[in-house]
């Protein structure tokens, strides 16, 4: 089965800061979504990457998708503390046909200080 | 403003008593799912509905039970928790399917529960 790897698995950062959140799944990514969550609350979506090379920006927050690495990253730049929260990376893990199910990644817990 | 619900937020019952989370959406989507999320973990896939369709998670318990009367209500059963269900709950839901932007997951607050 498929399994998402994050890296870090914490993340504490100067406000101001740059900082990149890694995904890297074991099988072939048809598509990987970033999500965010905050402490005992649901989650948010940020964005949906579909094709290698692909790019997407939200505010200061960037996802790349590189399907050769069967990896994406997450960068933010110039970091807040409206940045801190759960950072989780998800992936539909069927081959055959799209099913909407997603299996994520085990969270990238930033925290920003002021 | 068009959202998923979900009730109770916090949800206390005894070891064994069956229990009824549920969830609520106004987006009029098609597709509803029931994650459990446990302390530290990601949140894992339960079951879903597609319409009426319901599709199970191979390693789902028995335990866990879901109904979905009409398009907007969801439910999940637990008919005997045992302390190892104790997480967190999500509701999520999406319009369709398919691996595109515009079939994002669309998430509820989740409903913690506690298993005494």
């Known amino acids: 089965s498929q399994e998402l790897e994050q890296s870090p698995q914490s993340l504490i950062v100067q406000e101001g800061k740059n900082l990149t959140i890694n995904c890297t799944s074991s099988?072939?990514?048809?598509?990987l979504y970033w999500y965010k969550q905050k402490y005992g609350e649901g989650l948010i979506f940020l964005m949906m990457?579909?094709?290698?090379?692909e790019e997407k920006s939200h505010e200061k927050i960037t996802a790349k998708l590189d399907e050769k690495k069967q990896q994406s990253s997450l960068h933010i730049t110039a970091s807040q503390p409206s940045h801190a929260g759960i950072y989780l990376c998800?992936?539909?893990?069927?081959?055959?046909?799209?099913?909407?199910?997603?299996?994520f990644g085990q969270g990238t817990t930033l925290q920003v200080k002021p | 403003d068009a959202m998923v619900i979900q009730n109770p937020r916090y949800q206390v019952t005894q070891f064994g008593k069956p229990v009824t989370l549920s969830c609520s959406q106004t987006?009029?989507?098609?597709?509803m799912y029931w994650y459990q999320q446990k302390s530290s973990q990601a949140p894992k896939l339960l079951f879903h509905?597609?319409?009426?369709?319901?599709?199970n998670e191979a390693d789902t318990p028995d335990n866990f039970q879901s109904r979905r009367p009409n398009t907007s209500f969801c439910f999940l059963d637990i008919r005997s928790p045992g302390l190892g269900d104790a997480a967190m709950y999500l509701c999520?839901?999406?319009?369709?399917?398919?691996?595109?932007?515009?079939?994002?997951?669309?998430f509820g607050p989740g409903t913690r529960l506690t298993v005494l």
């Open positions: 999520a839901t999406s319009r369709g399917a398919w691996r595109r932007p515009e079939d994002e997951q669309f």
């Open positions: 099988k072939t990514l048809y598509g």
């Open positions: 990457l579909q094709k290698g090379g």
């Open positions: 998800g992936a539909d893990p069927s081959t055959s046909s799209n099913t909407g199910k997603l299996i």
């Open positions: 987006l009029n989507h098609n597709v």
């Open positions: 509905y597609y319409d009426k369709d319901f599709n």
